[in-house]
């Protein structure tokens, strides 16, 4: 604090002189507050005719007070545009209310330039509240209106930039969402004598998943070719590696009958399209099934990927063994497994991906592992696709937040021998 | 999800790498580049120890391919340590084990 | 929605009365009526809404397409007639609203019988001869006033707009801002308003009609009260003591009496 400023201290009012000299600074009179204040001031009629206006605002508008007082109205001095605003919203307002404060107008100067303005009015009453006149202070808005502008720009572009990035996102949703179809066939074929089920568990709706199945005819509706798997990782990059995937093994099961060798075609296509320091594979099982009276004869090959299981018709479930088959597409002279399994009447066979068996339940979050999936599935046998696969789903959705990858589930089945019948008799 | 600890440390041999904590998507890369960096000598033994890892996803699976590759392209070989039953089942079940040098504990890393 | 919701229909007055049906213009809301209301509900049935957008109408019920023209509003005015089962109904237009009743009582003469217009315009733009007291440009000044004065409408001023009954001392804010609209839809009824020709309806306007304008009216000067007198055979001009374009609240005794003793003079 500076004490020549004086009064901090309580004492230096007091002194004759200083008084004096502060009383120097005060306005000399009400009038010239009036006239010189720093803002505008205007006193009209009800009927809005000037009755009195400052020196300030007339300084504002180039105007005499001999031009204004008694010859102009309030809206005389705006632009027409504010004059709008002011018959259609500030009169109206003002006339209900008594009182309207901050409102932004644009008034003409005698020059013809715009002069951006904050208006506050007050309706003086008589004693019986009678409206008598109406009291107006203007402030210069110039430097407020343009970072009001400013302001006004920048959320115009906020919200266009919103209303563009909505727009891109649905798009890129579309765009999944078809692509994430590519990679699954719409509906399975139709076989006679034969069930088939699927399902694909879909983590999240914005990273496309990389697991995949499909089932097809290879020749004359005898034969269907069968795979599924899972890519490694997750996003465009494993829905571009699920696609080569699925096409190379679509195209591969109608040249070759042997699901191993299928699995070498696959295993040499993605080598080819993926090097040494960027390495990408897949997991899988290849099937290949033909119908022979009462039994479908399956063969299947596995690449690394969680072994199938058949429910049988009689009870139980057992896995099929396939160890030893290697990981599709990272290793020049992988190993695959195959296995041959007859499916009676009754029997389901359940291909899955590790989303089922990595998935974590309970309050120690554990694996459900295998032996879990195994004896849920012997608990439902028998069980064709259709209620093994609605049973799973029904797991899976149990799994909450437990499970956390894509899932894909596919069953292949034979009615059992009553089925059969009855839909003979149909 | 626990964080992903690579400590490098230099023998006459090889390298040992030692990965601690979960190896997933999102770190996998890490692996990787560690491996990189290292210079293995001729001959020399990479050994990745995943010996107190506790998660391994497909992600780290291709890290390990393609440290793998690396290692072989430069004239060496990798051995992997693990030791949960977890990780060696899913070796087993892709059939990596097959492929890679799994042991279960480190080998000492002598200049031969 | 019931239309009742929709356009925050109020009834008051005498049931036994001729109904006279209060429709406001451009700006603001029923609240333009509250002046005259009392005197008019003396003798007559008194209808008041508020045309979607406005006041406290349902917002969500606005699309942008119907109430780009004048007729989008009279289909308003025409579904309150409805639901109300107005017969020969007195309808009293103010400025914008003027013209909005004479499409109003065009689509349903049996419902609306009379008209007053009150400071009505036909079209706002200078052009050949005919004097609107507008440029196209002037429009454009008003739309930028509606733009600076709606500065943070949204975050500060929606809650009160919408009306909310589980809050009620929102109720004097809602007292104080009458007049205040969602921008985009203030924008879309300015230019509705200050851009649509209504002259050539006006020739074939049947109905009984009073013409009441200011003395002074810095929107619809008196020449155009003029005109409009001019191209509807048989209407009647009264020109009020009063100054601006709302008199009725400006003058609302005048306003009330002139209604009232044109209503009087068609039951005769």
């Not at chain 1, 109205?73 to 404060?101: I, N, W």
């Not at chain 3, 700006?27 to 509900?41: F, I, K, S, T």
């Not at chain 3, 007053?116 to 429009?139: H, K, L, N, Q, W």
């Not at chain 3, 919408?162 to 001392?169: L, S, Y």
């Amino acid at each position: 604090m500076n004490p020549a400023a004086g009064g901090s201290d309580g004492s230096g009012m007091g002194l004759p002189s200083t008084r004096a000299a502060f009383s120097a600074l005060l306005e000399d009179s009400a009038e010239d507050l009036y006239e010189s204040a720093p803002c505008g001031y205007l006193s009209t009629l009800m009927d809005g005719t000037i009755a009195k206006v400052n020196a300030t605002l007339l300084g504002w508008l180039g105007l005499t007070r001999d031009e204004v007082v008694g010859r102009m109205h309030f809206s005389d001095l705006l632009t027409v545009g504010g004059k709008l605003y002011h018959e259609t919203h500030f009169a109206p307002l003002l006339r209900m209310q008594g009182h309207l404060g901050g409102i932004a107008l644009d008034m003409r100067t005698a020059q013809g330039a715009k002069l951006p303005v904050l208006v506050t009015s007050t309706v003086k009453t008589s004693d019986d509240g009678e409206p008598l006149l109406i009291r107006t202070t203007v402030f210069d808005a110039t430097d407020r209106r343009a970072y009001e502008r400013e302001l006004l720009r920048a959320r115009r572009v906020a919200e266009e930039a919103r209303a563009q990035a909505e727009a891109d996102r649905e798009r890129l949703r579309e765009a999944l969402a078809v692509l994430q179809q590519s990679l699954l066939p719409a509906a399975l074929p139709h076989i006679p004598g034969v069930e088939t089920a699927c399902h694909y568990h879909t983590a999240s709706p914005i990273e496309l998943g990389g697991d995949f199945y499909d089932l097809f005819p290879v020749d004359d509706d005898k034969r269907f070719a069968f795979f599924l798997g899972d890519v490694c990782g997750k996003g465009p990059q494993a829905a571009a590696l699920t696609s080569l995937t699925r096409y190379t093994l679509r195209a591969a099961a109608l040249h070759a009958s042997d699901p191993v060798a299928n699995l070498r075609i696959l295993n040499t296509v993605l080598l080819d399209r993926y090097t040494g320091d960027d390495p990408r594979y897949c997991t899988a099982v290849v099937g290949l099934m033909e119908r022979s009276g009462n039994t479908v004869d399956v063969h299947l090959a596995s690449g690394g990927h969680p072994p199938a299981l058949v429910v049988r018709g009689d009870g139980g479930a057992e896995y099929l063994s396939t160890r030893g088959g290697m990981l599709v597409g990272a290793l020049p002279d992988a190993q695959f497994v195959d296995v041959h399994v007859r499916l009676r009447p009754g029997d389901t066979l359940l291909l899955y991906t590790d989303g089922i068996t990595e998935a974590r339940t309970g309050p120690d979050r554990e694996l459900y592992g295998y032996e879990a999936l195994e004896a849920f599935a012997a608990g439902l046998a028998p069980a064709g696709p259709r209620r093994l696969v609605d049973a799973l789903t029904g797991l899976l959705r149990g799994f909450g937040d437990g499970l956390d990858d894509d899932t894909a589930l596919l069953a292949i089945g034979l009615p059992a021998r009553t089925d059969t019948e009855s839909e003979n008799q149909a | 999800m626990n964080p992903l600890t690579i400590t490098a440390s230099h023998a006459p041999g090889g390298l040992v790498l030692e990965a601690v904590g979960d190896l997933d998507h999102t770190n996998a890369q890490r692996l990787r580049h560690a491996a990189q960096e290292a210079e293995l000598p001729p001959g020399g033994l990479l050994v990745v120890d995943l010996s107190r890892l506790e998660f391994c996803d497909s992600s780290g699976i291709t890290a390990l391919i393609a440290v793998r590759n690396r290692a072989e392209a430069a004239g060496g070989a990798l051995v992997l340590v693990v030791v949960s039953a977890a990780l060696r089942r899913l070796l087993n079940l892709t059939g990596l084990d097959q492929v890679l040098d799994v042991r279960d504990a480190v080998p000492l890393l002598t200049d031969h | 929605m019931s239309i009742q919701r929709r356009n925050n229909i109020r009834v008051s007055g005498r049931t036994s009365g001729r109904t006279v049906v209060l429709a406001h213009g451009f700006g603001c809301d029923q609240n333009m009526w509250r002046l005259v209301e009392p005197a008019l509900a003396k003798d007559h049935r008194v209808v008041l809404f508020d045309y979607v957008g406005a006041g406290r109408s349902d917002l969500s019920a606005w699309q942008e397409e119907r109430y780009s023209s004048l007729e989008g509003y009279a289909r308003d005015v025409v579904e309150v007639c409805e639901e109300l089962d107005l017969r020969d109904a007195v309808l009293v237009g103010h400025s914008v609203s003027a013209m909005v009743g004479v499409l109003a009582r065009a689509a349903a003469p049996e419902r609306i019988g009379s008209l007053v217009m009150v400071c009505p315009s036909p079209y706002y733009i200078d052009e050949d001869g005919y004097r609107g007291g507008f440029t196209a440009e002037d429009i454009d000044e008003l739309l930028e006033s509606l733009e600076s004065n709606y500065l943070g409408w949204s975050a500060a001023m929606a809650p009160v707009i919408m009306g909310n009954p589980d809050r009620p001392e929102l109720g004097e804010e809602l007292a104080n801002s009458f007049c205040a609209t969602d921008p985009d839809i203030a924008r879309v009824f300015a230019r509705t308003t200050f851009l649509s020709d209504s002259r050539k309806e006006l020739a074939d306007v049947t109905a009984p009609t009073l013409i009441l304008e200011c003395e002074q009216d810095a929107i619809a000067p008196r020449e155009v009260g003029a005109y409009v007198h001019s191209a509807i055979p048989g209407s009647e001009l009264v020109t009020l003591a009063a100054t601006g374009h709302c008199p009725q609240l400006s003058a609302p005794e005048a306003t009330a009496s002139a209604i009232s003793s044109f209503v009087a003079d068609l039951e005769r």
